[in-house]
């Protein structure tokens, strides 16, 4: 038994979170093991998502951009493609958040979100830098026109503008 311990104590600084000595132990004992385990694995999953995407939105976070970046530019140089860098900034945005409070403005900004995402490919990424600042990035580009398809693609989904009853 000794030994027993031995082994669970070098596991556990070894990085172990939990562990079973054989023949020791029921089945509520191993039922317990089990749903920590899987606790943990969610709460890494979560963290892991939350240092790569803008919790607001569920865009791309500045992190997250930076890396898919640098992909992006590694893959153009190496298939001789483009890369596009689209920047969007709103106007007036302020306004909203101090007349409406932030709860509106946040509300905007997943409005906002939204529209950009389906203004671009499954591979391109749109990400929230921070306040009202998103940027796109459109990735594996022939050299062609598709910037231009996209920024009209964008300039038409804010054609109309939205009621912020709309939105609420």
């Known amino acids: 038994k000794v030994s027993d311990e031995r082994v669970v104590v070098q596991a556990i600084k070894a990085g ?5 000595v054989k023949g020791q132990g029921d089945g ?20 892991a998502y939350l ?9 791309a976070n500045r992190t997250l951009f930076r890396d898919r970046l640098t992909q992006a ?3 153009a140089d190496r298939n001789d493609q483009q890369v596009a860098l689209m920047f969007l900034d709103l106007d007036n945005f302020k306004v909203i958040n101090d007349t409406l409070g932030h709860d ?9 979100a939204e529209r950009l995402k389906k203004c671009v490919g499954v591979t391109d990424t749109v990400a929230r830098l921070g306040g ?3 940027i796109i ?6 050299k062609s ?3 231009v398809i996209v920024a009209q693609k964008i300039i038409n989904a804010y054609r109309d503008k939205t009621k912020i009853e709309d939105v609420f």
């Open 16 to 20: 172990a979170q939990d562990c079973l």
């Open 28 to 47: 509520n004992l191993l039922v317990r093991s089990l749903r920590y385990a899987i606790e943990r694995k969610q709460a890494e999953e979560r963290l």
């Open 51 to 59: 240092a790569q995407y803008d919790h607001l939105t569920g865009l």
């Open 73 to 75: 530019l590694a893959r």
């Open 104 to 112: 509106a403005g946040d509300v905007v900004l997943q409005a906002v």
């Open 132 to 134: 009202d600042e998103f």
């Open 137 to 142: 990035i459109l990735d594996g580009l022939p």
């Open 145 to 147: 026109d598709v910037p």
